[in-house]
């Protein structure tokens, strides 16, 4: 698998529109049109408004990610190749046959924990937390999930990110804000590193004056959890939407994944953090951590 630097050029782009039934649109907070993919004869096409329109194969048997970007006037390579990583890359693999998620991952002495929720549960706030008490970061915001066939191990597929906090948290934590922290090209690998086994997912409930709990879902439960924060480049095609459904399946009957709900506010962050961590030390150590 090799994740190629991403090639900027002019592009003969298609019309792509928000109002069109065939392709899948992504809306934003103030409910326009932020992303729009389509597949267009030999081309899978990605748009983010106002960014850039990105072009890959629609196929790529050694799962190799080559794509070219056209940007939008006035916008920097670097924001471009940061969202090339952090929204294309993703994808792009969920269309060669991996499986793509919203969230955050560690790496720990049991394998990757995943942190998945829905915007401002938290996840990257936690995420920073509990690298500085020595748990590495292996992704933020795209997870690439490989959920093999049956006898082989689900694993996270790391790629080049950079963990993008919030200002509250920023401030809170003493660190770069969002907006000023981009993955560069120099600091992305052509070759991925090796695939890291999920001992775990948990799913973050951030909740005003609730209490802190952590509960293991049921593999029915944890099937509709690991639906709502998949993320899919198209349901058009029906044997891959057949093949994801089967590999959710799976997912959900093999990773353990757990609920945890904790109180709203950055005074309770280390209930949290800690909650966490006695789960990390409840799951059986795997000695399979990739980070130095």
Not at 214 to 224: D, K, N
Request: charged content about 20%.
């Amino acid at each position: 698998m090799e994740l190629h630097k991403l090639t900027i050029a002019n592009l003969d782009q298609p019309e792509l529109s928000a109002d069109d039934p065939d392709a899948t649109v992504w809306v934003g907070g103030e409910t326009k049109p932020d992303i729009i993919a389509k597949r267009v004869g030999e081309w899978c096409w990605f748009r983010i408004d106002e960014l850039a329109t990105y072009r890959f194969p629609p196929s790529s048997p050694d799962l190799s990610v080559a794509c070219v970007a056209e940007p939008f006037e006035d916008r920097s390579a670097g924001t471009v190749i940061d969202a090339y990583y952090r929204s294309v890359v993703p994808l792009a693999l969920q269309v060669y046959g991996l499986e793509a998620m919203h969230g955050t991952a560690i790496d720990t002495g049991a394998g990757a924990i995943a942190l998945c929720g829905h915007s401002h549960a938290g996840k990257t706030t936690l995420t920073y937390a509990l690298s500085r008490r020595g748990y590495p970061v292996l992704a933020d915001d795209g997870l690439v999930i490989d959920v093999a066939s049956s006898g082989a191990r689900v694993a996270l597929q790391p790629i080049p990110f950079a963990l993008m906090i919030r200002e509250y948290s920023a401030e809170h934590f003493g660190t770069q804000v969002r907006a000023k922290v981009t993955v560069s090209e120099d600091a992305a690998p052509t070759v991925t590193v090796a695939p890291v086994p999920l001992a775990a997912v948990v799913r973050l409930s951030r909740e005003k004056d609730a209490e802190l709990g952590v509960a293991r879902l049921s593999p029915a439960e944890a099937f509709r959890v690991l639906l709502d924060h998949c993320y899919v480049f198209s349901l058009d095609d029906v044997g891959r939407k057949g093949r994801m459904m089967a590999a959710y399946l799976r997912f959900a009957n093999t990773v353990p994944v757990f609920t945890l709900t904790y109180p709203d506010g950055l005074e309770h962050l280390d209930e949290a953090v800690a909650a966490i961590e006695r789960l990390v030390g409840e799951l059986p150590a795997q000695a399979v951590s990739t980070s130095p």
